[in-house]
């Protein structure tokens, strides 16, 4: 009989050999993830694969330079880490429908596709979990005061350098920054805890559909939290199509986006996704208050902060929601594997202070821009 099985070819090429001091630049990286578009983009794309492996050839090898670059070298390289993050965003946005061309979808259960996915996915965790101390977390004897002692630290913080620029003098210039790089998450919020909620009912899946049912506006389109993103992007004039202000988002942003995809998809990392959830939820106002107190001294409307508004009304208690009624729930049901919950929350942490690091050093970019203009125009 004869097998249906398509064989393509390995995604394991080799490395461009370059001089350590002469990294790839970031045309380099342009050209290959324009090739891997094209491939996105192709019908019966494992087929065409098999036949002509060449036409992946070029994006196949600035994918192991990269990997290379990014995660085995110490030159912390961001054009690689640019490069894989975008490259994998762009394989996971598959999972979510956009209501846009039906046929960008036609290689959403692509094998490549998905080989693609796990090497990089592969090396990417390993360097992400070696930033923590893994064996120190399955050695905590009190798991939930623990995550009670995190909480309390993290739900008021103390103003970070960052955080005082953007409440006391980021411009404009930096305020539409800010809500640019942030409207890629925003104005799909909570797309992947709804991945969550499929399975045996319980209170904890209760509460987690709770949470979605609030983001989501409880079914009305006017009241979903992204909504709100969108009514923040029109007052400002700016343009409200998702994605519309992709290239100017940092790769540890889109890491974040990466990290709760993968968290979500994989049921073993389900714990891991509650801890960084119940970071991600009792940390946003802290943050929030800075950027509408940003606004507030621009003289925006209240409907160009509104989205900060109804974050920072609402999610202290879905940080509430998450320690009392999911996280420690889940310790006493999982207690050998409840310390992935400390390691989830402190990896989200992690990974959101370099992000938070990164859109703060964008807008400051934004404004030095704007103020160069107007000394030309002086």
Same mark, same amino acid.
Request: contains cysteine; charged residues 25%; negative net charge.
């Given at each position: 009989?004869?097998?249906n099985?398509?064989?393509?070819?390995?995604?394991?090429?080799?490395a461009?050999?370059t001089?350590t001091?002469?990294?790839?630049?970031?045309?380099y990286?342009?050209?290959?993830?324009?090739?891997f *578009?094209?491939?996105?983009?192709?019908?019966?794309?494992?087929?065409?694969?098999?036949?002509?492996?060449s036409?992946a050839?070029? /994006?196949?090898?600035?994918?192991?330079?990269?990997?290379?670059?990014?995660?085995?070298?110490?030159?912390?390289?961001?054009?690689?880490?640019?490069?894989?993050?975008?490259?994998?965003?762009?394989?996971?946005?598959?999972?979510? /429908?956009?209501?846009? $061309?039906?046929?960008?979808? !036609?290689?959403?259960?692509?094998?490549?596709?998905?080989?693609?996915?796990?090497?990089?996915?592969?090396?990417?965790?390993? #360097?992400?979990?070696?930033?923590? $101390?893994?064996?120190?977390?399955?050695?905590?004897e $009190?798991?939930?005061?623990?995550?009670r002692?995190?909480?309390?630290? $993290?739900?008021?913080?103390?103003p970070?350098?960052?955080?005082l620029?953007?409440?006391?003098?980021?411009?404009?210039?930096?305020?539409?920054?800010?809500?640019?790089?942030?409207?890629?998450?925003?104005?799909v919020?909570a797309?992947? @805890?709804?991945r969550t909620?499929?399975g045996?009912?319980?209170?904890?899946?209760?509460?987690? !559909?709770?949470?979605?049912?609030?983001?989501y506006?409880?079914?009305?389109?006017g009241?979903?939290?992204?909504?709100?993103?969108t009514?923040?992007?029109?007052d400002?004039?700016?343009?409200?199509?998702?994605?519309?202000y992709?290239?100017?988002?940092? #790769?540890?942003?889109?890491?974040?986006?990466?990290?709760?995809?993968? @968290? !979500?998809?994989?049921?073993?990392?389900?714990?891991r996704? *509650?801890?960084? @959830?119940l970071?991600?939820?009792?940390s946003?106002?802290?943050?929030?208050?800075?950027y509408?107190?940003?606004?507030?001294?621009?003289?925006?409307?209240?409907?160009?902060?509104?989205y #900060?508004?109804?974050? *920072?009304?609402?999610?202290?208690?879905?940080?509430? #929601?998450?320690?009392?009624d999911?996280?420690?729930p @889940?310790?006493?049901?999982?207690?050998?594997?409840?310390?992935?919950?400390?390691?989830?929350?402190?990896?989200?942490?992690?990974?959101?202070?370099?992000?938070?690091?990164?859109?703060a050093?964008?807008?400051?970019?934004?404004?030095?821009?704007?103020?160069?203009?107007?000394?030309r *125009?002086?």
């Amino acid at each position: 009989m004869q097998s249906n099985v398509v064989t393509f070819p390995s995604t394991q090429a080799e490395a461009k050999s370059t001089p350590t001091n002469q990294l790839p630049t970031t045309d380099y990286y342009d050209r290959a993830e324009q090739q891997f *578009i094209q491939l996105l983009e192709t019908e019966d794309l494992d087929k065409k694969l098999a036949a002509k492996p060449s036409i992946a050839s070029d /994006f196949e090898e600035a994918l192991a330079t990269a990997i290379e670059v990014a995660y085995t070298g110490a030159s912390g390289d961001d054009c690689a880490h640019r490069f894989l993050q975008r490259v994998l965003y762009r394989i996971n946005r598959l999972k979510l /429908f956009w209501y846009d $061309d039906l046929r960008r979808y !036609t290689n959403e259960r692509s094998l490549y596709l998905r080989t693609v996915r796990d090497q990089i996915e592969e090396a990417w965790q390993e #360097w992400e979990a070696a930033q923590l $101390d893994v064996a120190a977390y399955q050695g905590i004897e $009190d798991i939930s005061q623990a995550l009670r002692d995190r909480c309390a630290a $993290d739900v008021d913080p103390p103003p970070s350098a960052d955080g005082l620029f953007y409440r006391d003098e980021v411009g404009e210039a930096g305020y539409r920054r800010l809500v640019a790089i942030g409207s890629l998450d925003g104005l799909v919020e909570a797309s992947q @805890l709804s991945r969550t909620l499929g399975g045996v009912p319980n209170e904890i899946q209760a509460v987690l !559909t709770r949470l979605l049912l609030e983001e989501y506006g409880g079914g009305r389109l006017g009241r979903k939290h992204s909504s709100h993103f969108t009514t923040m992007l029109e007052d400002l004039g700016m343009q409200t199509e998702p994605e519309a202000y992709f290239d100017l988002v940092p #790769w540890e942003l889109l890491a974040i986006i990466n990290h709760s995809f993968l @968290l !979500t998809e994989c049921k073993r990392y389900f714990l891991r996704y *509650i801890g960084g @959830l119940l970071y991600g939820e009792l940390s946003v106002p802290s943050g929030f208050r800075n950027y509408q107190a940003a606004g507030e001294r621009l003289g925006l409307s209240a409907s160009a902060m509104s989205y #900060w508004t109804l974050h *920072i009304k609402v999610d202290e208690l879905h940080g509430r #929601w998450m320690l009392d009624d999911a996280a420690l729930p @889940l310790v006493a049901q999982y207690p050998d594997d409840a310390w992935e919950l400390v390691f989830g929350y402190d990896q989200q942490r992690l990974m959101s202070d370099r992000a938070s690091a990164a859109v703060a050093r964008s807008v400051r970019e934004a404004e030095q821009t704007a103020l160069t203009k107007e000394a030309r *125009i002086d």
